[in-house]
């Protein structure tokens, strides 16, 4: 059955999430306050980089089932399936979420609701938001009852967020369970391809569904913080952190992924998730039970600060003078998204202690130089690398990865490279007669001399 939907937020969940429901054969409307980005997405472009997002926004666009919009008066008329995909960012000087955003999209939608909506909430939200936004736009809308409140959370990874949204590993709903309503009927409805695919589609509670996207997102992040915690050990006992995660890898009760040890998490959701969290469980009274997850954020920073270190000490002890390439700015490859990135954290303080920095990524470059404008930024790797006492690789993109040595032989001062992803051939680059480094392996330079 086709829905007529309205999507809050065309950011990256929301855009995405617009688009691939037009591709299921819902009509879609996504509503967004920001201009620039509404106009960039009528005319079909994608205002981020998502690999495989630009075709499916196109081509919904030009068989009409998606359309763009500021208003939310036209939301409200056309559809009677709302979903949320507004930011949550971590609120400045706390822990805690910011929900201005989640609020206000309630506040502004509830009131034009004269007809029965189901609103389903997708962004990550503290426990117990859903329920509160649910009894508000009970209040406000003149439908009073008749409009629900759910909690659909999103699992989408950028750089795969297409074929997340339409083949995910799993469907999670919170229902208000004390109010039964149309809620799982509808989004049984919204996701019908999906369910016929065998997709587990598991309901539940809202403070459940709400709990398991903030679960999930800090048990990888203590995964990864495990595994940079050893390369720490293995640093200082010269043992070896790849063929470590290997081995342990291969138990399936660990398994191999997100066992990569390197410069560590960041982007909009694990660092400001986590945090959330913590600052959550210490308002229910659960503050205890979440210590550890203080220890995975110390954990995670630390890879920055030791990063630094790691590249003071290769080019002699100081930093004032050096040129330093810096490959490599998103979070992560495949994306533009520079939101808490540990690599362009690490240039910038790198320049701040004295070194020239010059920072290339495939992609991110244009939102790296809004954020951090006093980096020089180059627009391809040679140039990058001109002159340099060192590079550094700190984003794992394929064309990083596919670097050879005789690629920068000539371009470089000095032949350093550090591999802060571990995601290079040591032996193709030390064979070439480059001074290697990699995380979590201790380098001749910082040889073990265990007591
Ligand atoms: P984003 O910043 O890219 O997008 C948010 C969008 O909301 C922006 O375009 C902004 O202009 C718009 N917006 C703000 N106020 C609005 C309002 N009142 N009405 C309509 N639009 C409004 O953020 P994002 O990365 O898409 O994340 C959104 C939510 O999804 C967050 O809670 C995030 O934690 C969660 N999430 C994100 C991902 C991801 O990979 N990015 C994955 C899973 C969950």
Wanted: charged share 25%; with cysteine.
């Amino acid at each position: 059955m086709t829905c007529r939907i309205a999507v809050f937020g065309t950011g990256y969940l929301g855009a995405t999430h617009a688009a691939c429901m037009a591709e299921l054969g819902h009509e879609v409307l996504g509503v967004d306050v920001d201009p620039a980005k509404l106009s960039k997405l009528h005319a079909g472009e994608v205002p981020f980089y998502e690999p495989g997002l630009e075709e499916v926004l196109k081509r919904n666009i030009e068989n009409g089932r998606l359309r763009f919009s500021s208003s939310y008066e036209e939301a409200a008329q056309f559809a009677d399936v709302h979903f949320i995909g507004v930011g949550t960012p971590q609120k400045k000087g706390e822990f805690a979420a910011d929900l201005t955003y989640v609020d206000a999209v309630i506040e502004t939608l509830a009131p034009l609701l004269t007809t029965p909506a189901v609103i389903f909430g997708k962004s990550t939200v503290p426990v117990g938001t859903a329920e509160r936004l649910g009894r508000r736009a009970r209040q406000l809308a003149p439908a009073g009852d008749q409009v629900e409140v759910a909690w659909n959370p999103e699992f989408l990874r950028e750089g795969f967020a297409v074929k997340d949204t339409l083949h995910p590993d799993r469907l999670v709903l919170g229902v208000d369970q004390g109010r039964p309503g149309r809620a799982e009927e509808v989004a049984r409805s919204v996701y019908s391809q999906l369910l016929d695919e065998g997709i587990p589609f598991l309901v539940t509670d809202l403070a459940t569904s709400e709990l398991v996207k903030t679960a999930a997102n800090a048990f990888l992040a203590t995964k990864i913080s495990f595994i940079n915690a050893m390369a720490e050990v293995c640093e200082a006992a010269g043992a070896d952190v790849t063929v470590l995660a290997d081995a342990i890898g291969h138990d399936v009760r660990i398994g191999r992924r997100f066992l990569n040890a390197g410069i560590g998490f960041g982007g909009g959701c694990l660092p400001k998730d986590i945090r959330a969290f913590m600052a959550r469980a210490g308002e229910i009274g659960a503050d205890e039970a979440l210590t550890f997850l203080r220890e995975v954020d110390n954990i995670n920073m630390r890879r920055r600060t030791r990063m630094v270190e790691l590249v003071r000490e290769v080019v002699g002890g100081s930093l004032i003078g050096s040129r330093i390439a810096v490959l490599g700015a998103a979070f992560k490859p495949d994306s533009d998204d520079v939101r808490d990135s540990p690599a362009l954290n690490i240039a910038g303080q790198i320049q701040l202690q004295g070194a020239s920095v010059s920072v290339f990524d495939p992609k991110a470059i244009e939102n790296s130089r809004r954020i951090f404008p006093t980096l020089n930024y180059a627009s391809s790797v040679n140039e990058a690398c001109s002159g340099a006492d060192a590079v550094l690789v700190l984003t794992e993109w394929d064309q990083f990865k596919q670097l050879k040595p005789s690629d920068l032989d000539s371009i470089v001062r000095n032949t350093i490279i550090i591999d802060g992803r571990n995601c290079l051939d040591r032996d193709l680059w030390v064979d070439a007669g480059w001074e290697f480094t990699a995380v979590g392996v201790a380098s001749e330079r910082r040889a073990s001399t265990l007591p």
